[in-house]
């Protein structure tokens, strides 16, 4: 079991942790650390105890905030997930049948007609300009 040395409010300290757990001990100490120089900014100098009991509460608050906040959003999630399922268990909507407008086969027929003598009638004068 290492034994690891921390510094939590400009105080050294030495603690014991399990084999490779010595990342997680250094990252806990820092957030304690940052909350005893929290204090020590606002109060100053505090005994040992009551600068490590403050920093643990000032902590456990946070924690506690984020735990109400991490329960809503597990609520948010499950009705989330709630209503997804209710929407992929509704049937497909019915096709709708839309109605597209045709050009009447006479109507292109007189089209067509009506192109052909214009392009005739082009052809003719362009022989007597030429």
Do not use: N
């Amino acid at each position: 079991m290492p034994e690891v040395e921390i510094k939590i409010g400009g105080r050294a300290f030495e603690v014991f942790c399990q084999d490779g757990e010595e990342h997680y001990l250094h990252s806990a100490a820092r957030m304690l650390d940052t909350e005893a120089s929290v204090l020590a900014g606002q109060i100053g100098r505090l005994p040992e105890a009551r600068m490590l009991l403050m920093a643990g509460l000032m902590l456990a608050d946070k924690t506690a905030g984020l735990e109400d906040k991490l329960r809503e959003l597990e609520t948010r999630l499950v009705d989330k997930d709630a209503e997804l399922a209710r929407m992929a268990a509704r049937p497909a909507p019915e096709p709708q049948k839309i109605e597209v407008a045709v050009i009447p086969p006479e109507l292109t027929e007189s089209l067509s007609e009506l192109a052909a003598r214009a392009e005739s009638l082009a052809d003719a004068v362009e022989d007597k300009l030429g």
